[in-house]
Nanobody, 123 residues
Framework: QVQLVESGGGLVQAGGSLRLSCVAS????????MGWYRQAPGKERTLVAR???????YYVDSVKGRFTVSRDNARNTVYLQMNSLKPEDTAVYYC?????????????????WGQGTQVTVSS
């Protein structure tokens, strides 16, 4: 089992920055992929960014150039640095961990999820 705890959300003005953290505990050695998802009110949960065990990263087009995903294996932590935030980035952000022997590419590839952290961007 893997437990994930996100932090770092909050209220920020448009153009501002936030850094989300996701600390993993439990069977962390089984984790191969980590992802950040978000869910805005009334909308489905969607991928924001993901990072593989070998630090290959992927971003959805809407956040490219603004968000950066990284991991610190010594701290069992994944980060999502969010710059130039826009009101449309407002959502609950979730951290997810996958344990498959290949990089996760679909939501169903992730086995464990955090509780989420709220990010609100005011205009």
């Amino acid at each position: 089992q893997v437990q994930l705890v996100e932090s770092g959300g909050g209220l920020v003005q448009a153009g501002g920055s936030l850094r989300l953290s996701c600390v993993a505990s439990g069977s962390v050695s089984s984790i191969s992929s980590m992802g950040w998802y978000r869910q805005a009110p009334g909308k489905e949960r969607t991928l924001v960014a993901r990072i593989s065990r070998v630090d290959n990263t992927y971003y959805v087009d809407s956040v490219k150039g603004r968000f950066t995903v990284s991991r610190d294996n010594a701290r069992n932590t994944v980060y999502l640095q969010m710059n130039s935030l826009k009101p449309e980035d407002t959502a609950v952000y979730y951290c997810a961990a996958g344990t498959l022997p290949y990089a996760a590419t679909q939501e169903r590839d992730y086995d464990f999820w955090g509780q989420g952290t709220q990010v609100t961007v005011s205009s």
